[in-house]
């Protein structure tokens, strides 16, 4: 059975610090994986899509790595500012089209 | 980009009554589109499949009778709550395939229905 998990579930930093949010999945012969954002009642931001045959994805601040052997990914976060407040998700995409999801981790970056 | 629009982003209906959530692809054509419930704290979980044409596929335990999903177009998907209950209240977000491969998904901006 695919399970997504994330941790932590939630994280308070103040602004400037560096962080990095932990996704793990029990079956690695996934197709993609990638992260989302979602601000409160809304909808998903795509931020980084990782392919199966690729390691890390970068876009600005943001850095992606894949380790699909231990079925992990971490989304590293530079110089967070109060902006990168929201709820990331990770979700993982196997080849039968079904995304699953992480119940995602809500950042708060403190002025 | 490919933009998915979803209508409307807040609803709320009294129980009984039907609530149609539409999806629309709005710059390319979607032969297959996905609605997600969202639980409070939860993760998103695929509820159905919806294929242009054809009848949609749904994931074990979801009740099709209550949960109509229509796909009458390749850019318009939508799902409507049928007799709505107040634990049918949640966040609905559908997803659309842009592209042929498995990368290409662009998501909606959700639909907050609360059913009173």
């Known amino acids: 059975k695919q399970e997504v998990t994330q941790i932590p579930a939630a994280l308070s930093v103040p602004e400037g610090e560096n962080l990095v949010l932990n996704c793990s999945f029990t079956d690695s012969a996934i197709y993609n994986l990638q992260w989302f954002r979602q601000d409160p009642g809304k909808g998903l931001t795509s931020l980084l899509l990782?392919?199966?045959?690729?390691r890390e994805q970068t876009s600005g601040r943001l850095n992606a790595s894949l380790d699909k052997s231990s079925g992990r990914s971490t989304l590293y976060i530079a110089a967070s500012q109060p902006g990168d407040s929201a709820t990331y998700l990770c979700?993982?995409?196997?080849?039968?089209?079904?995304?699953?999801f992480g119940s995602g981790t809500k950042l708060n970056v403190k002025p | 980009g490919a933009v998915v629009s979803q209508h409307p982003s807040r609803v709320i209906c009294k129980s009984g009554t039907s609530v149609k959530i539409e999806c629309r692809s709005l710059?390319?054509?979607?032969?297959?589109m996905f609605w997600y419930r969202q639980f409070p704290k939860k993760s998103l979980m695929l509820m159905a499949t919806?294929?242009?044409?054809?009848?949609?596929?749904?994931e074990q335990g979801v009740e099709k009778d209550k949960f109509l999903i229509n796909h009458a177009s390749l850019t318009l998907s939508t799902l409507t709550v049928t007799s709505a209950h107040p634990e049918d209240s949640s966040f609905y977000i559908c997803?659309?395939?842009?592209?042929?491969?498995?990368?290409?998904?662009?998501f909606g901006s959700g639909t907050r229905l609360t059913v009173v």
């Open positions: 997803s659309a395939r842009a592209t042929a491969g498995l990368s290409g998904y662009t």
């Open positions: 979700a993982v995409l196997y080849n039968f089209n079904k995304f699953y």
């Open positions: 990782i392919q199966s045959s690729q």
């Open positions: 919806s294929n242009e044409g054809s009848k949609a596929t749904y």
């Open positions: 710059d390319f054509q979607a032969t297959t």
